[in-house]
């Protein structure tokens, strides 16, 4: 190869790897902020987040996978998309209008939950753990009862595309998340607020993390969802299944 088609060869690779690293940011709901309030909506596998407005979505259902396939009690992770193993869902603000220099904050809106084939009940020591930053620099512990913890993104830099990351790993003790914990449906319930003046919370939005539970269980849960925690109309279509990155959309029965 001659010295003009070798330059050619490396500037393409590095574009290829700049275009490939400006799409690697992992799975994230897109929310945006509609009537005065944060909305829910989409979750994106990877990036890019658009388009804007894709439809409102308040259910999400992921599989719990392990960072070590190897080590029983090497913790449970949220997995929307499995080429992120420890990442998801953070949020995207695609042309969400959140003011540059906002802060938007992940609370819990309710204690962690387990299926038990009609409801979700009290799981007993677990607890789950929602937090920003790979070394978790900094996040929140569910709890049994009020007042929610709750954690802060870093401030909105671009009002136009702006995305958080975030981790959510399960605890199997309620502390440390290389404990054992009991196989099941699990239901989170989260709200996203601002400091913005003049924009409400959102409404509360719930990730239903299947360990190593049947699917048909995790069906069974995410109607339960629909039907008993989402108001209509939202609940029509809400549950979005992300499996390994699969998105999976179970009509509601009537």
């Not at 690779?13 to 799409?23: F, I």
């Not at 987040?49 to 979505?57: C, K, S, W």
């Not at 906002?102 to 789950?128: C, H, M, R, Y």
């Not at 995410?222 to 939202?234: R, T």
Request: proline share 6%; aromatic share 10%; charged share 15%.
């Amino acid at each position: 190869m001659n010295r003009s088609l070798a330059m050619r060869a490396v500037t393409g690779g590095a574009l290829c790897l700049a275009a490939a690293s400006a799409y690697a940011h992992g799975p994230q709901i897109q929310i945006d902020i509609e009537n005065g309030q944060i909305v829910t909506r989409q979750l994106f596998p990877d990036g890019r987040y658009e388009p804007a407005n894709t439809p409102v979505q308040r259910v999400y259902a992921m599989p719990l996978a392990q960072r070590s396939l190897g080590d029983a009690n090497d913790g449970w992770y949220a997995q929307p998309n499995s080429a992120f193993p420890l990442s998801g869902p953070g949020i995207a603000t695609w042309q969400g209008g959140f003011a540059t220099g906002s802060i938007i904050s992940l609370t819990f809106a309710d204690g962690l939950k387990l299926w038990n084939g009609s409801g979700f009940v009290d799981p007993g020591a677990e607890q789950v753990d929602a937090y920003r930053g790979a070394a978790r620099t900094t996040g929140a512990i569910s709890s049994d009862a009020g007042p929610f913890n709750a954690f802060s993104f870093t401030a909105i830099a671009n009002s136009d595309d702006e995305h958080k990351s975030a981790f959510l790993q399960l605890l199997g003790d309620g502390v440390s998340p290389n404990t054992p914990s009991d196989d099941g449906i699990y239901l989170v319930s989260l709200v996203l607020t601002t400091n913005e003046a003049g924009v409400a919370a959102s409404d509360p939005y719930y990730f239903v993390l299947n360990k190593n539970a049947a699917a048909a269980d995790q069906a069974a849960a995410v109607d339960y969802v629909n039907a008993n925690l989402v108001p209509e109309p939202a609940s029509l279509g809400a549950a979005l299944l992300a499996l390994a990155g699969t998105v999976w959309r179970r009509p509601r029965r009537r």
